[in-house]
């Protein structure tokens, strides 16, 4: 991991494009903090009226034939053709960029339908393109969820690197009785930290800087990129932040399954280098050996504390949640199918098949939408333990070789079926 320092270039020509309104509210949001300097900031949305009230150095509206500054309906294929109207208009603002990133949130029409046009324009043109997009949060619906899910599809075959930030997982890093409107505005906050940390890391002169080429390297082509943030005050705040920024809940990974890492840091006036780099190597050490790290160091004295941003991109195709093993997708008359073998070693030889006729449950298609596996799972493992606990009493015992289950126990797991079923 090395120091890099500014090789005294032109600083690189970085626009942030807000897509839809929920990319629109991000891209004011972070014009109005001030935060990101050397940044252009440009807004492209099918509403004319929410057009018209960003702050946006630039605004586009897009499909103006298509959708007459109406929007899309909350129709992504709307969106879509309303941004391929606009093909010219669009590649003209983006023509002659280092990097571009899209902030969008994807479930509505026009951020999810035109987010990939604008990443396809943009990569066209030779720029690094960044996706940073926001998951619906779960009560506004499945149809709309649906469409997010979709949209990221989408928008991922079209981007070098895509962060998503579920903003369900919001929710586990902010005060539970923060009021609505605020929630939606900690998002905002979020992918504006993303693209700040970026932006800062490259064009900023700070205490650490990196180069844009060795940005590149790590974002480009990347796919799915991941993101935790940190923020700690106070005694061995470096040691915190940098431990919450690894285990956040936005990041949801191990990092160790990560090619490529970003680290930036941000501390107050009175920040040290020996902070720094003790949050530095504690990122570090919890990526893989072979992975490609770098990382950036800044004083922003409009702060309190320390804030470690971490950007991990490079995850194969199959990774997954920390601790949650991978499972292959099984409908609930296979579970049953794979539980009722293991259960074949202690049903007794003796339990007959009249035994438990009234209680074996029948499955039908609807099965795997109400079916408790989980609660199942629970059950079986329970079972087991407390199987291998009585083995291992009379093994100590010496009294009597065990004896297998009487008929009664062997129906238990039947009716734990079928009162599963019923809930």
């Known amino acids: 991991m090395a120091f890099i320092e500014p090789n005294g270039g032109t600083l690189a020509r970085i626009k942030v494009v807000g897509v839809g309104g929920g990319g629109q509210n991000a891209v004011s949001s972070m014009f109005e903090s001030g935060k990101t300097e050397g940044v252009e900031f440009i807004a492209m949305n099918t509403d004319l009226q929410a057009l018209n009230s960003s702050l946006a150095q630039v605004r586009v509206q897009l499909g103006p034939q298509k959708t007459r500054g109406l929007g899309s309906g909350s ?80 928008l991922r075959e079209k981007v070098d690197a ?29 992918v504006g930290n993303a693209v700040q940390g970026l932006s800062d890391l490259i064009n900023s002169t700070g205490l650490v800087n990196v180069d844009f080429a060795d940005v590149r390297t790590i974002m480009q082509d990347a796919g799915s990129a991941l993101m935790g943030i940190g923020e700690s005050e106070g005694d061995d705040r470096a040691t915190k932040a940098a431990g919450m920024a690894i285990n956040s809940p936005l990041l949801g990974v191990d990092i160790s399954g990560s090619t490529g890492i970003l680290i930036y840091i941000v501390g107050d006036a009175n920040m040290t280098m020996h902070e720094v780099n003790t949050a530095a190597r504690i990122v570090s050490d919890a990526a893989h050996e072979a992975a490609n790290i770098i990382f950036g160091a800044n004083i922003d004295p409009n702060i309190k504390g320390m804030r470690v941003t971490v950007i ?43 035994e438990i006729e009234d209680t074996e449950p029948t499955f039908d298609d609807d099965d ?56």
Do not use: C
């Open 75 to 154: 129709k992504p294929e709307v969106g879509s053709e309303a941004a391929s109207e606009s093909e010219d208009e669009i590649k003209a603002h983006l023509q002659g960029s280092d990097m571009v990133f899209i902030a969008a949130g994807m479930g509505g029409g026009t951020g999810t339908g035109a987010a990939p046009i604008v990443a396809q324009i943009s990569k066209q043109l030779g720029a690094l393109t960044v996706g940073v997009v926001t998951k619906p949060f779960g009560f506004e619906g499945k149809r709309r969820m649906n469409q997010a899910e979709q949209g990221i599809r989408e």
């Open 162 to 190: 895509l962060i998503v930030i579920p903003n369900e997982k919001l929710l586990e890093v902010v005060d539970p009785t923060m009021p609505l409107s605020h929630a939606f505005k900690v998002a905002d906050e979020v």
């Open 312 to 354: 991990a991109t490079g995850f194969d195709s199959g990774y997954r949640p920390v601790g949650i093993p991978e499972m292959p997708s099984i409908t609930s008359d296979e579970v049953i199918k794979q539980i009722d073998s293991r259960f074949d070693k202690v049903l007794s030889d003796e339990t007959s098949d009249d």
């Open 368 to 423: 795997d939408n109400d079916f408790d596996i989980e609660k199942l799972r629970k059950q079986v493992r329970k079972d087991e333990a407390e199987r291998a606990k009585a083995q291992n009493e009379n093994n100590e015992e010496k009294e009597e070789p065990e004896k297998p289950l009487e008929g009664e126990k062997g129906k238990s797991f039947w009716n734990f079926i079928k009162k599963s079923k019923e809930q």
